[in-house]
């Protein structure tokens, strides 16, 4: 199964597996997973239950940020740059690419190019079972949000 993924899906399984991640079966799917809406309808399962990941960027450091949120929620910046110490501004296409080496729209909470300082919503803590991208528009898989803050390291925020 696993061998006839793309190359960025695979990169996020090998990344899982590398985690010690057995349960995460990355999964590409015909229906486009882009948007939290788009996945929730392609998986069946609700908006609140897809863990976007966006990337920003420090605006001092130029550092990159992972912000894992709920599909229904917007991310409060400030209470984000509370956390981390400096404001944040959102990421163009180039720079997301460029520091986790995924497209906007597949960006996994794992496999990135360099270690990201990660924010998880605390939102997420209310569902048995959540779903990540896995790399690119079309792959997801399953976690819940226990191996999310595990697989992550992510600090545990409320981002509304």
Same mark, same amino acid.
């Given at each position: 199964m ?16 590398a ?21 929730? @309808?392609?998986?069946?399962?609700t908006?609140?239950q ?8 420090? +605006? ?12 229904? !929620?917007?991310? !409060?910046?400030?209470? +984000?740059?509370?956390h ?13 690419? @460029? ?54 390291g ?7």
């Open positions: 696993a061998e006839s993924l793309s190359r960025s899906a695979q990169r996020v399984q090998d990344a899982l597996a985690l010690g991640f057995e349960m995460g079966q990355v999964v590409e799917l015909p229906a486009s997973t882009r948007t939290a809406a788009e996945a929730a @309808a392609a998986i069946g399962c908006v609140a897809i863990a976007k990941s966006l990337i920003f960027r420090g +605006v001092q450091s130029g550092e990159p940020v992972l912000v894992i949120a709920s599909g229904v !929620n917007r991310v !409060n910046e400030a209470r +984000v740059a509370e981390l110490g400096e404001p944040i501004a959102k990421a163009d296409a180039d720079y997301v690419r @460029a520091q986790t080496g995924f497209v906007i729209g597949g960006v996994p909470p794992v496999g990135h190019d360099r270690p990201l300082r990660t924010f998880i919503d605390a939102d997420l803590r209310q569902y048995d079972e959540i779903w990540a991208a896995a790399g690119t528009p079309h792959a997801v898989f399953r976690l819940t949000p226990a191996d999310l803050e595990r697989l992550t992510g600090e545990v925020i409320d981002l509304t």
